[in-house]
Each structure stands twice: as C-alpha cells, then as structure tokens.
C-alpha cells in the first residue's frame, strides 16, 4: 500500500551524465515536491508543482529540471550531474484541500562518479 | 531571512527516559511549525503540527510540542522513549499561504536498551 513510490531507490551516474529521478504517487494529491538532502544537512526545496503550475525556488541551480506528466508521476531530471550534486533526493506530496500535510517517499540516493 | 535550528545533532537516551527534542525557528510571522521523523531507509513521516491554538499539541506515537512564542521554539517530547524511536527527527516551518517549507538539520535520537 505504498502511497509515494521512488525509483530507484539508488542511482550511480556519471559526472556531467544525465540522469533521471521517478515519483509517483497513489493518493490523488494536487501538489508535489523535490527536495534535496545531503549528508547530515536539512531538507532542501527544491521545487515544486501545484497542479500543472512549476515552482522553482530562486536558489534551484538550472541543472536541476523537472516534469509532471500527469497527476500520479514527476520527475526529476539533473542535466550534467556534478561531485557536488550527490544527495538524497526526496519526493513527497501534498492535497491543497487538506495543506501541510506532506507525505514523503522513502527517497532516492543519488551517487556521482 | 526565516530559518530552522535544531541545537543538538545526536541524543542518546535509555529505553524508558522521557526526551525533548529542541527546535527553534526564525520567521516574522506566526509560522506553521511541524516534526518529522525519518527512521533508516524510510521517508518522512509527520508526527505533529501546529498552526494556532493551544499551545500544546499531541502528535503521533505518544509525542507532543509546545509552542512557544517568547522563546520561538518548538520542543518535542516524550514522556517514555521506546527502543523504536531510534531515529533522526526534523523540525520545519512552512511560510503561510506558501508550499514553502525550510527543515532543521535534524537530531539523531539514539536508544540505549
């Protein structure tokens, strides 16, 4: 019954190799989030859709790109991953009907080499 | 600039000991505060929140928070630790009428059986 599935839940990629991060989501929600977290440091956002409505948050390097197809899937896309870009990446989703009420995934970790 | 400050990075506490996880947040206006727990290998889960009210709020798993506006702080507690609250615990504040939330670094909650 898991309601924000990630995949995978580890990644190796290559520096400058792009690579791609999957959500997807069973709960209906309207709005959906990216955050970044490395290694012993807090949750960063990094951006989020309200519907079909893309929220970039002004310090969001433009490495970082995502999509939303449709209501149940968002991706992550980093365009030429960096040493510096290796984190946990978490997804997580929200109603507007029912707000601040995040539910996350288990994340995706993301190694560089 | 808002901001969340969780001062203590690792707690160790015996199976049993009550614990209060401290949080203290920067935010000009009144701010939707929240904990978070994240156990190994698991997303987050929210465990409270508090927008307005009482002061005190009763969350998930026998924890509660006090807000405190004098001090801006937002303290979890327990009264009794059980060995399955081992796990790494985050204070956030969402910025009203926003899907902006900023995390704590996080306290590592470690329980000596």
């Known amino acids: 019954d898991a309601m924000v599935i990630q995949n995978p839940r580890y990644q190796v990629t290559q520096f ?39 929220n970039n948050e002004a310090d969001t390097p433009d490495n970082f790109q995502s999509r939303r197809p449709n209501t149940s899937f968002c991706f992550l896309d980093i365009r030429s991953p960096g040493l510096g870009d290796a984190a946990m990446y978490l ?17 995706t970790r993301l190694t560089v080499t | 600039a808002q901001s969340v400050t969780q001062p203590d990075i690792h707690i160790t506490v015996s199976e049993g000991a009550s614990l209060e996880l401290r949080c203290n947040y920067s935010y000009g206006a009144t701010p939707y505060l929240f904990w978070y727990v994240q156990s190994p290998g698991q997303g987050l889960q929210l465990l409270l929140k508090y927008f307005s009210g009482d002061t005190l709020v009763q969350g998930i798993k026998g924890f509660e928070a006090e807000f405190k506006r004098s001090q801006s702080s937002f303290n979890l507690r327990k009264p009794s630790v059980h060995w399955s609250d081992a796990a790494e615990y985050f ?3 969402a910025l009203s009428g926003t899907y902006k939330y900023i995390f704590g670094t996080g306290t590592r909650l470690k329980v000596l059986a």
Not at chain 1, 33 to 47: C, G, N, V
Not at chain 1, 91 to 107: D, K, V, W
Request: aromatic share 16%; hydrophobic share 25%.
């Open chain 2, 91 to 93: 204070c956030a504040v």
């Open chain 1, 16 to 54: 400058g190799k792009p690579v791609t991060l999957s959500c997807s989501q069973t709960l209906n929600h309207n709005v959906m989030y990216w955050y970044q977290q490395k290694s012993s440091q807090a949750p960063k956002l990094l951006f989020h859709y309200y519907d079909k409505d893309f």
């Open chain 1, 91 to 107: 997804c997580a989703t929200e109603s507007s009907g029912r707000a601040y009420e995040q539910y996350f995934g288990p994340g």
